[in-house]
Antibody
């Protein structure tokens, strides 16, 4: 059974870079044809899709974050990562990593999620 | 960007009830609509994809319908574990994928 675990600092100072890693267990991240996403939930607000990465390293970013965002994958560690530069209070959220259930390309339906990790932007 | 609007935002109900949650898209998304359940402290769970296809392992009391801009999630015979927040999400065409603001199903 595939499981995802997001990890990283819970507190980031304004203007700094938020870095998170999602560790995949129960299957090799490079053996299938899945797309791996980051999604966040702002306090008192809904969910926001951040972007995805494929095992090849190809990514698709949410245009609203694209200028600050870098999503990458490390198949040797079975992990994928998120870096968000120049953070502000608006980036305070619970960050989830998730797997897209599509096999022949992204479906945009996420069948495996991690628990999420809370990140607060504050000095 | 496609906007998703759910109603109601809060829904009081009792065990055994049948409830319906509605999701509206700001444009035609055909049947590219997914539903999730999120319990506090748990990972979100995919319930339905493609508007009406039940994800493997999801109980049959959950069902989805709709196409175009209007969709519904129906839960028959509510069970105690069903009290959670439900989100719709569109996956039409290219990203960004967008979510509804959520419906909190509460015990009456």
């Amino acid at each position: 059974q595939v499981q995802l675990l997001a990890s990283g600092p819970g507190l980031v100072e304004p203007s700094q870079t938020l870095s998170l890693t999602c560790t995949v267990s129960g299957d090799s991240i490079s053996s299938g044809s899945f797309y791996w996403s980051w999604i966040r939930q702002h306090p008192q607000r809904g969910l926001e899709w951040i972007g995805y990465v494929y095992k090849s390293g190809a990514t698709y970013d949410n245009p609203s974050l694209k200028s600050r965002l870098r999503i990458s994958i490390d198949t040797s560690r079975n992990q994928f990562s998120l870096k968000l530069r120049s953070v502000s209070d608006a980036d305070t959220a619970v960050y989830f990593c998730a797997r897209d259930r599509g096999i022949d390309g992204p479906m945009g339906a996420f069948d495996v999620w991690g628990l999420g990790t809370m990140v607060t932007v504050s000095s | 960007e496609i906007q998703m609007t759910q109603s109601p935002s809060s829904l009081p109900a009792s065990v055994g009830d049948r409830v319906i949650i509605t999701c509206r898209a700001s444009q035609n998304i055909r049947r590219f609509l997914n539903w999730y359940q999120h319990r506090p402290g748990k990972a979100p769970k995919l319930l339905i994809y493609g508007a009406s296809t039940l994800q493997s392992g999801v109980p049959s009391r959950f069902s989805g319908s709709g196409s175009g801009t209007e969709f519904t999630l129906t839960i028959n015979s509510l069970q105690p574990e069903d009290f959670a927040t439900y989100f719709c999400q569109q996956s039409y065409s290219s990203p960004p994928y967008t979510f509804g603001q959520g419906t909190k199903l509460e015990i009456k």
